[in-house]
């Protein structure tokens, strides 16, 4: 009997679903004696024993479905170290009762970069683990992308392209603030996809004093609006030097609530234009997988199927150059990917003129 748990842990994204239709359907056609158990909202299920028993017909029909069947949860993660509970007590001996107690094979993480992280340390306190990578953000080390990515990327995109026209009408600057967390690729695709005068990532701190003359820039071209793609994790040079703690207190304390606001704020008091902030949010991380994403999840999830019938445990499934490919959790673990500064595609964005603030 081979016994196997699924576990869609951190924050959502799309083809989670389309994800575990590709294991389970892979691993139910492969192996005859199976077990899977789809362990409810992330690690809270392993560490509660909390689960259902997931026969073939679960993974039916879920292709297109947003978000996951099985629920998530954010644990407190100490890098490297541990993950705790409120108290700060680990988590990992109720983890282990648990997958000793179902006689588990293997678990099945499907996870952002955190959750690669703290798979690793469930892999050291001696479980078998095969992870995928899933995240809006594209910042897993290991794999040129993630499903979730291309998603939201369309999504975003689409959000800007909507923005352009009343941006337009009403010769305003547009803010537009994107997902990513502490990675540009998001905004720096959805803004190169959507055509923006301005972009703004966490990667290359901005003079503001340059976005501003951006502004007036376009506007001595006759151009009466401006579009300003902003990651969420964008900073200025003067702020660089700050903890994201420390930069979010000095924005609440000037009355911004995010980091756009702050530059809306600042550009209409330079140039007299009027400046407002849309914000997707969780829109970006909502509804279904795009057809690319579609794919890769399903790619994703047959290779998974594919390391634990060979029990090949501790790795995580990645994309490299077109080709699926698994590689140790400990190397994409080890790093969180970060857009490059000399990415090509900066450059691309460049050559057509847009600003990146510095
Ligand atoms: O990591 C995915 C992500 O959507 C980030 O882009 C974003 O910063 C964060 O999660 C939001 O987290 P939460 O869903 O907990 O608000």
């Not at 024993?49 to 978000?67: E, R, S, V």
């Not at 305003?172 to 996809?193: K, N, S, Y």
């Not at 279904?288 to 090949?312: H, K, M, S, W």
């Not at 490299?320 to 857009?339: H, M, N, W, Y």
């Amino acid at each position: 009997m081979t016994r196997v748990a699924l576990i869609t842990s951190g924050g959502d994204c799309q083809g989670l679903n389309a994800a575990m239709r590709g294991i389970g359907k892979a691993l139910y056609n492969h192996i005859e004696n199976l077990e899977v158990f789809g362990m409810f909202d992330g690690y809270r299920g392993l560490i509660d024993g909390d689960y259902k028993f997931m026969q073939p017909g679960d993974f039916a029909g879920i292709l297109t479905q947003g978000g996951t069947i099985l629920g998530t949860s954010r644990q407190r993660y100490i890098p490297g170290k541990d993950i705790v509970d409120e108290e700060g007590n680990s988590l990992i001996p109720a983890m282990k009762d648990t997958y000793n107690r179902l006689n588990l094979d293997c678990l099945v993480i499907l996870g952002g970069n955190g959750t690669q992280k703290s798979a690793k340390l469930l892999m050291d306190a001696g479980m078998n683990v095969v992870t995928l990578p899933k995240t809006i953000d594209n910042d897993i080390w290991g794999t040129d992308t993630t499903f979730g990515f291309q998603s939201a990327v369309d999504i975003a995109t689409n959000v800007i392209d909507y923005i352009h026209s009343t941006a337009s009408s009403h010769s305003r600057v547009f803010l537009v603030e994107l997902m990513g967390r502490d990675a540009g690729w998001l905004t720096l695709h959805a803004g190169i996809g959507s055509g923006a005068d301005v972009i703004l990532l966490p990667e290359i701190p901005y003079d503001i004093n340059k976005v501003i003359n951006a502004v007036e820039q376009r506007k001595k071209n006759g151009k009466s609006f401006t579009i300003i793609a902003v990651a969420e994790g964008a900073k200025s040079i003067n702020d660089r030097v700050l903890s994201e703690e420390e930069s979010r207190k000095k924005r609440e304390d000037a009355g911004h609530s995010t980091i756009s606001y702050e530059i809306a704020a600042q550009i209409e008091k330079a140039t007299g234009q009027e400046a407002r902030v849309t914000i997707p949010g969780h829109y970006q991380r909502g509804g279904p997988p795009c057809p690319y994403d579609r794919v890769l999840a399903t790619q994703f999830g047959t290779a998974a199927a594919e390391l634990i019938v060979n029990r090949q445990y501790g790795r995580m499934v990645a994309i490299q150059d077109g080709a699926i490919v698994s590689i140790p959790l400990e190397e994409a673990a080890s790093k969180t990917k970060f857009l490059p500064t000399d990415h090509p595609l900066i450059r691309v964005a460049r050559d057509i003129g847009v600003s990146f603030g510095d």
